[in-house]
């Protein structure tokens, strides 16, 4: 594919799109005549994933989300290439790479070794950098407008008991989510900013191996999950929602009410 003038297909980017949730959104957004930018650390199945795509409507860019620059050459190829970006899917995660319930290993100083965090770079700093440069294209755009989707979790509304760091993560999403989104709007800015919260989806993150029959009965089919999307790029007044995915559900999850006056009053007003 060469590089054109600007497209009048809309224009998705997104992270983690290789393969699991972001390679069934690039699917179905190519099935409706979107061009898409393929965002992964995985070189050989981000070219599979553009190829099997078309390359005439999907390119991939090869990057590590958790590094700003890498992910910032993502977005730059995105718009050199179609002069617009429409919709940034900021979906790239994995799972917790240290058990915080194990004795860990001691240091000569006898202190923990130090744990692995990179599933709080990749599902939440990450997701921050996506969105910081999505405003910025978006404001490039016509009329500046533009949607951000992050993937959470239902561990970003509930806690995952064998994964405290991804919990963490995921809550964070759903806070930046919520934050950008009122914030934006206050200011008259016509970007939505959603997240989804998916249950248990069979992306080949974890081992399939380990999932009973029962537990298979649990799993939230793509459709689920396409059915929130579409729901966020259809209608710009969806704003700030977290959409919780649940097997064939989509409840949609507001901010908590506040405790009291006091409390509302710090957080919209002090800080």
């Excluded at 718009?79 to 001691?106: C, P």
């Excluded at 490039?140 to 959470?152: D, F, Q």
């Excluded at 929602?241 to 649940?246: G, R």
């Amino acid at each position: 594919m060469t590089s054109t003038e600007r497209t009048s297909a809309q224009v998705a980017l997104i992270t983690g799109g290789a393969s699991g949730i972001g390679l069934f959104v690039a699917k179905h957004l190519v099935g409706q005549g979107w061009n898409v930018m393929i965002v992964d650390y995985n070189e050989e199945g981000g070219r599979k994933a553009a190829r099997d795509l078309g390359e005439d409507k999907a390119l991939f860019t090869r990057a590590d989300v958790a590094d700003y620059d890498q992910q910032a050459k993502a977005f730059v190829a995105t718009w050199k290439q179609w002069s617009r970006l429409d919709f940034v899917f900021a979906n790239a995660g994995i799972l917790d790479r240290t058990n915080m319930y194990e004795l860990a290993k001691e240091r000569e100083d006898g202190t923990p070794m130090k744990p692995d965090t990179s599933v709080i770079d990749i599902c939440l700093t990450a997701v921050v950098y996506s969105a910081y440069i999505a405003l910025h294209y978006f404001r490039k755009n016509p009329g500046e407008t533009g949607k951000l989707v992050s993937t959470a979790s239902l561990a970003g509304l509930y806690p995952s008991l064998h994964l405290p760091m991804y919990t963490a993560a995921k809550h964070g999403v759903v806070g930046i989510t919520r934050t950008l989104a009122q914030t934006l709007e206050a200011m008259g800015e016509p970007m939505t900013v959603n997240c989804i919260c998916p249950g248990m989806v069979d992306t080949g993150m974890g081992d399939g191996s380990t999932i009973t029959d029962a537990m298979r009965k649990l799993i939230t089919p793509p459709s689920t999950i396409l059915r929130a999307v579409d729901g966020f790029l259809a209608d710009s007044s969806k704003n700030g929602l977290v959409a919780e995915c649940s097997v064939n559900n989509i409840h949609y999850r507001t901010q908590p009410e506040w405790g009291d006056e006091e409390a509302m009053k710090v957080m919209t007003r002090a800080y």
